[in-house]
Nanobody, 115 residues
Framework: QVQLVESGGGLVQPGGSLRLSCATSRSIFSFDGMDWFRQAPGKQRELVATVTSGGTTDYAESVKGRFTISRDNAKNTLYLQMNSLNPEDTAVYYC?????????WGRGTQVSVSS
C-alpha cells in the first residue's frame, strides 16, 4: 500500500514562499503521475500541479509562474515550491499519486497566507 506524507505547510505572510514536500513509500518511478491538490474552506478540492512519469508538468492557471512542481528520485520525494503567495492560496494541500489504475492520497498539510 502506497504511503504519501506531506510536510512543509505553515503560516506565511503575503508575498512569501513555502516549499511543500511529499515523501513516498515507493520509488518515484513506480508512479504513473503525481499531483498536488488543494482544498480551501467551503470549496471543492482543486488540482494545482501535476507531473507525469516522463517529467511533463502542468499547472492551474491561478498558480502558473508562481508554483513549481518537482521530484527528487533519490529521496522518493515530490515537492511544490510556492512563491508570491497570497491569501487566496490558503488551503490544505494534498499530494496524490497514480499507480496501476489506483489513486493514493496523503493526509494533507495546511498552508495559511495572512498578514
Amino acid at each position: 500500500q502506497v504511503q504519501l506524507v506531506e510536510s512543509g505547510g505553515g503560516l506565511v505572510q503575503p508575498g512569501g514562499s513555502l516549499r511543500l514536500s511529499c515523501a513516498t513509500s515507493r520509488s518515484i518511478f513506480s508512479f504513473d503521475g503525481m499531483d498536488w491538490f488543494r482544498q480551501a474552506p467551503g470549496k471543492q478540492r482543486e488540482l494545482v500541479a501535476t507531473v507525469t512519469s516522463g517529467g511533463t508538468t502542468d499547472y492551474a492557471e491561478s498558480v502558473k509562474g508562481r508554483f513549481t512542481i518537482s521530484r527528487d528520485n533519490a529521496k522518493n520525494t515530490l515537492y511544490l515550491q510556492m512563491n508570491s503567495l497570497n491569501p487566496e492560496d490558503t488551503a490544505v494541500y494534498y499530494c496524490g499519486a497514480t499507480s496501476g489504475g489506483q489513486y493514493a492520497w496523503g493526509r494533507g498539510t495546511q498552508v495559511s497566507v495572512s498578514s
